[in-house]
């Protein structure tokens, strides 16, 4: 169970490496076991970030929290200057790990935040504390921010009621 692997993470605190083990598929055995590994690390002359190891690839929470991702938005919006937006969770780890396709995507997003309390868990124990910003929670105010700067929003959807749904909700 991945509370049972987080709370033997929980013993290792003050470590700069974490190791999360995902048990998944436990009668396959330890050698099965996935590792994701959590780093502390501040690059020269940047804000702390919290890098996430998928063997040789690194993935960076690079904004801590909602305000801030909303304020980088704002600024690139303000600018006409455009962004990719990951929000990571442990779904997501899982598959950043497993598939190198998926990584090579999640490494072109220009912000990502955390969408998930394990993540946000993680960074905790890595003396990185980042917020929880879960993806739905920034639909609403992305769409606001857009409209602030009179930037157009598009809208992907199954239907076209479900489209119109969404732009009259917007």
């Given at each position: 169970?991945?509370?049972?692997?987080?709370?033997?993470?929980?013993?290792?605190?003050?470590?700069?490496?974490?190791?999360?083990?995902?048990?998944?598929?436990?009668?396959?055995?330890?050698?099965?076991?996935?590792?994701?590994?959590?780093?502390?690390?501040?690059?020269?002359?940047?804000?702390?970030?919290?890098d996430f190891r998928f063997g040789s690839d690194r993935l960076t929470i690079t904004h801590p929290d909602f305000s801030a991702a909303l304020a980088e938005v704002d600024r690139r919006?303000?600018?006409?200057?455009?962004?990719?937006?990951?929000?990571?969770?442990?779904?997501?780890?899982?598959?950043?790990?497993?598939?190198?396709?998926?990584?090579?995507?999640?490494?072109?997003?220009?912000i990502v935040v955390a969408d998930g309390n394990p993540v946000v868990w993680l960074s905790r124990l890595a003396g990185q504390p980042v917020g929880l910003v879960p993806g739905a929670d920034l639909v609403v105010p992305l769409a606001r921010v857009a409209a602030r700067q009179g930037v157009r929003v598009a809208l992907v959807g199954s239907t076209a009621e479900a489209l119109e749904a969404a732009a009259t909700a917007l």
């Open positions: 169970e991945k509370s049972t692997s987080l709370s033997r993470l929980a013993k290792m605190k003050g470590a700069e490496t974490f190791h999360f083990h995902s048990e998944d598929d436990s009668s396959a055995g330890p050698a099965a076991q996935e590792q994701i590994i959590c780093d502390r690390n501040t690059p020269e002359g940047k804000e702390t970030a919290l919006l303000a600018v006409r200057e455009g962004f990719a937006l990951a929000t990571l969770n442990l779904d997501h780890m899982v598959k950043l790990h497993r598939e190198p396709s998926f990584r090579a995507v999640y490494g072109r997003q220009d």
